[in-house]
């Protein structure tokens, strides 16, 4: 089981952030979220999927999500982990994970974190351009480089940063210079992530809820890269990182030391290397249990959401559950096998077999003797591959 936990105050909200997070970081505000946070962790009842044979499963990861859980102080994320401990068995070594700013990193915080046994922080950057880092509402270059100073002291020693591709004002290749700079100068760091902007200008965008019809300025359809010049850059981004021993384990996601076997863990907690284990078992369909404003979370093959009004969060208010049909949950393993691994013969029989071949013929899918892969030109264009091969 993992746990997933969003505290949605940001001290300046991202211009292309569509999340549920508001720009505000009164503490009255935040002390009454955790305190209503605490109290969904103590009620929300055991299911069958967390105890078995009378005896509680353990908490293998527990994830902060979003980059604004650093806005808090040590003593809120301590009420938070105290609430979760009450309610849950711990893994011997249970993966913890904080996202963060960087102008929350500081000797002082990443001392109280490692007391609260938070043992993985992931920090974005995005991107060193200052122009850009201006237009998406972020600190400057010098936040940056001082938090990974911070981090060079070793106190944590699981560092995880973020990039985006086709931020505004940022040029081709530049985004490789910025990585290569950032990994030349702070050895710190085991994980990369490399993220490319979605594209809310589709017409065909799905709008749920308010945090939906965000959508970026309309200057910026010229700052940006072409969409030509996608694949050249994740491309080389993807090569300099393999150089420099990040293996990818996702699409988006690059990590130190993992194994030619691909392998999970040996035993219970016991990892062979930095992938985010989070995120791992989210992809693999482990069972996640979320607390938090809009939380989604995903148990006994059951879909449940969480309100992203705080007034009806705050009444209990549960906007979405529903059961995940066989079809939809094998739709939905098929999207992530392909994504962060392969897609085995024994599922053809599951896939339109003539749009498979084309798309292999095509060079979007690599065929191997027993399995079929995504290859760096399909990345692009995964969703489309997916919505044609899965048959409906």
């Known amino acids: 089981m993992q746990i997933y936990i969003h505290i949605p105050?940001?001290?300046?909200?991202?211009?292309?952030c569509r999340f549920a997070s508001i720009w505000s970081t009164q503490d009255f505000l935040i002390e009454k979220y955790v305190k209503y946070l605490c109290r969904e962790i103590w009620t929300h009842p055991l299911t069958p999927s967390l105890v078995k044979r009378g005896k509680p499963l353990k908490i293998a990861t527990i994830y902060f999500g979003w980059w604004t859980p650093g806005v808090l102080h040590s003593e809120q994320l301590q009420q938070i982990l105290i609430s979760l401990r009450k309610q849950y068995v711990f893994s011997d070594n249970i993966e913890i994970t904080l996202e963060t700013t960087p102008n929350h990193v500081t000797l002082e915080n990443i001392a109280a974190w490692k007391t609260l046994w938070i043992n993985r922080v992931s920090m974005w950057i995005q991107t060193l351009n200052e122009k850009s880092l201006d237009a998406i509402w972020r600190g400057g270059k010098w936040d940056i480089e001082k938090a990974l100073t911070c981090f060079q002291r070793n106190m944590i020693k699981n560092i995880s940063v973020d990039f985006i591709i086709w931020l505004p004002h940022v040029q081709k290749g530049e985004l490789l210079r910025d990585?290569?700079?950032?990994?030349?100068?702070?050895?710190?760091?085991?994980?990369?992530?490399?993220?490319?902007?979605?594209d809310y200008y589709n017409e065909d965008k799905i709008i749920?809820?308010?945090?939906?019809?965000?959508?970026?300025?309309?200057?910026?359809?010229?700052?940006?890269?072409?969409?030509?010049?996608?694949?050249?850059?994740?491309?080389?981004?993807?090569?300099?990182?393999?150089n420099k021993g990040f293996s990818r384990y996702e699409i988006s996601n690059f990590a130190k030391n993992i194994p030619l076997s691909n392998s999970v863990p040996c035993n219970e907690g016991e990892y062979l290397d930095y992938?985010?284990?989070?995120?791992?078992?989210?992809?693999?369909?482990?069972?996640?249990?979320?607390?938090?404003?809009?939380?989604?979370?995903?148990?006994?093959?059951?879909?449940?959401?969480?309100?992203?009004?705080?007034?009806?969060y705050y009444n209990w208010k549960r906007i979405l559950e529903e059961q995940v049909t066989p079809e939809e949950l094998l739709s939905e393993k098929i999207m992530f096998w392909l994504r962060t691994s392969w897609l085995e013969k024994q599922l053809y029989s599951q896939l339109d077999q003539q749009k498979l071949s084309c798309f292999i013929q095509d060079w979007f899918l690599e065929e191997k003797s027993d399995r079929i892969i995504l290859s760096d030109r399909g990345v692009m264009v995964m969703d489309y591959i997916l919505w044609e091969i899965i048959i409906s």
Request: aromatic residues 24%; proline residues 1%; negative net charge.
């Open 179 to 198: 990585i290569n700079y950032i990994l030349e100068k702070y050895n710190c760091i085991q994980h990369v992530s490399v993220y490319m902007l979605e």
């Open 208 to 242: 749920e809820t308010w945090f939906d019809k965000k959508t970026y300025p309309e200057n910026w359809d010229n700052l940006w890269l072409k969409e030509c010049e996608y694949l050249e850059e994740y491309s080389s981004i993807k090569k300099y990182l393999d």
């Open 275 to 312: 992938r985010c284990w989070h995120n791992w078992g989210y992809w693999n369909h482990k069972e996640v249990r979320a607390f938090w404003l809009g939380a989604y979370w995903f148990e006994n093959n059951i879909r449940y959401a969480n309100s992203e009004s705080f007034s009806e």
């Open 9 to 16: 105050f940001c001290e300046k909200k991202c211009s292309y």
